[in-house]
């Protein structure tokens, strides 16, 4: 889930109307019975490449995005509580007053107790992106499927439906051409993890209601990517 999705249509920040209809995204799906582990964004509140552009050291940019995260995943776990979803936020950095420290065995647990976990700060390590955290963290955890979550676009298309009318929305993707196409899906080191590991990834519109349940019941939405048998 991006950062962005939070700040709904605030400029930046997080809008608390923003937040409440994504924890009551996710609490429809929870109560399909599914397991479910986000991994959140924070570039509504920090952008550590920004930052390097204006002079700030990478590492030292990327760790205060980390921090943003966290931010993030606090607001989305008070929400979801609020609605009576059992939630655990797990830190790949170290802020025991905060949240837990990320444990894999720890983290499958409160899944199977049908608690939603919410993975922040990354994989804990600059130069590597919220994209490489999801796919880390899903094959971590030997999730069944990644979820990118966007907001306002509905899919993969060939070029930017918000500058080109005539951009066409890819059904179906093979990891390959995604790669070779360069379609600004989810970075290069996210996307080889997948590929090599064949987790499938479904990038869809999380502010159509209903579309992340319809999902997990099965219907055909947004762009799935995979390998060609």
């Given amino acids: 889930m991006s950062g962005e999705s939070l700040k709904g249509s605030s400029g930046s920040g997080i809008d608390a109307d923003a937040v ?3 924890a009551a995204q996710v609490g429809e799906a929870h109560a ?6 986000i991994v959140i964004g924070g570039g509504n509140i920090w952008r550590g490449e920004a ?4 002079g700030m050291e990478r590492a030292t940019a990327d760790y205060a995005g980390m921090l943003a995260t966290v ?4 607001a989305l776990q008070d929400a979801l509580e609020k609605n009576g979803i059992d939630t655990r936020t797990q830190s790949a950095l170290q802020m025991q007053a905060v ?5 894999r065995r720890r983290a499958v647990r409160h899944l199977e107790k049908g608690r939603v976990v919410i993975f922040a700060a990354g994989t804990g390590n600059p130069y590597m992106s919220t994209d490489t955290a999801s796919a880390l963290r899903a094959l971590e955890i030997e999730a069944e499927v990644l979820l990118m979550a966007k907001f306002n676009v509905d899919g993969v298309y060939d ?15 093979d990891y390959t051409e995604a790669l070779e196409r360069e379609l600004a899906v989810m970075d290069s080191t996210a ?11 479904v990038v869809f519109d999380m502010f159509k209601p209903g579309n992340v349940g319809c999902i997990l019941s099965g219907d055909k939405i947004g762009t799935t990517i995979g390998g060609r048998d």
């Fill in 191 to 201: 996307l080889t993890l997948c590929r090599e590991n064949k987790l499938p990834i």
């Fill in 159 to 173: 070029s930017d439906p918000h500058i080109n009318p005539a951009a066409v929305r890819f059904d179906d993707l």
């Fill in 51 to 54: 930052a390097e552009k204006q």
């Fill in 20 to 22: 409440q209809y994504l």
């Fill in 71 to 74: 931010i993030n995943a606090l």
């Fill in 32 to 37: 399909l019975g599914v397991e479910l582990a």
């Fill in 99 to 103: 949240a837990e420290p990320y444990i």
